[in-house]
C-alpha cells in the first residue's frame, strides 16, 4: 500500500463519500479479524459485535479528526488500538458479569455456533452501523429546522394533502400561514 492512501480514504470519508465509508468499513473489518484472531476465548458473533462497536467509534473519530497521524502505519496503529481497547472492553465486561452469575464467554456443551453456517440476509453489522449513523446525522439535520418545517416535510413524507398540511398549519402550536402551492413545492 502507498503511502498515504489511509489518509486519502479518511479524507473521502469527511467529504460523506458513500463509497468511502464502505471501503473503510470493510479495511476495518478486515483488520479487524486479524487483530481478534489473538483473542481466543471470543465466539465468532463476539468478534462481528466488536468490529462493528469499533467501526462506530472510528467513524465518529474520523468526522472529527481525532484520528490520530497521516501515514499508513500510524493511521493503521489507531485502528487495530481501537479494535483491541473494544476487545479489552468487551472482555471486561464479561468477567464482571460472569463473576456476578450471568455471563460465560465459553458455550455450553453441544452447543454449536450456527452463525457461520447459515446464510443471513440482513445487511451486516457494518452497514446497519454506517446506516444509523447517516441517520442519526439526518434526524439531527431534521431537528434543527423550525416547527412547522418538520412538521411539513413529515406530513408530506408521510402522503398527508397539501390542503390538510396547510389546515394543521393554520392551527396551535403553529398558527401560520403557508399557501397550498408553497406546501407543494416544499
Known amino acids: ?5 489511509l489518509d486519502d480514504l479518511l479524507q473521502r470519508c469527511r467529504a460523506e463519500g458513500a463509497e468511502a465509508w464502505e471501503e473503510f468499513a470493510e479495511r ?7 487483530v481478534l484472531a489473538a483473542f481466543e476465548k471470543l465466539r465468532w458473533a463476539d468478534r462481528e459485535d466488536i468490529i462493528a462497536d469499533a467501526l462506530k467509534n472510528l467513524m465518529t473519530a ?3 479528526v481525532k484520528v490520530r497521524g497521516r501515514s499508513n502505519a500510524e493511521i493503521d496503529a489507531y485502528v487495530c488500538r481501537s479494535l483491541r481497547n473494544q476487545a479489552l472492553n468487551f472482555l471486561r465486561g464479561h468477567g464482571r458479569r460472569r463473576s456476578a452469575g450471568e455471563s460465560t464467554l465459553e458455550p455450553a456443551d ?18 446497519m452501523t454506517i446506516f444509523a449513523d447517516r441517520l442519526a446525522r ?3 439535520l431534521l431537528q434543527s429546522w423550525p416547527p412547522e418545517d418538520r412538521y411539513l416535510f413529515l406530513a408530506k413524507l408521510s402522503g398527508v394533502q397539501a390542503q390538510v398540511i396547510r389546515d394543521m398549519l393554520r ?16
Open 138 to 140: 439526518a434526524d439531527k
Open 28 to 34: 476495518v473489518r478486515a483488520r479487524g479479524r486479524t
Open 1 to 5: 500500500m502507498t503511502e498515504g492512501v
Open 171 to 186: 392551527r396551535p402550536p403553529f398558527t401560520k400561514y403557508v399557501a397550498l402551492a408553497t406546501i407543494d413545492t416544499r
Open 62 to 64: 474520523v468526522r472529527d
Open 110 to 127: 453441544g452447543e454449536t455456533e450456527l452463525c457461520d453456517a447459515v446464510a443471513d440476509d440482513h445487511p451486516s453489522q457494518e452497514e
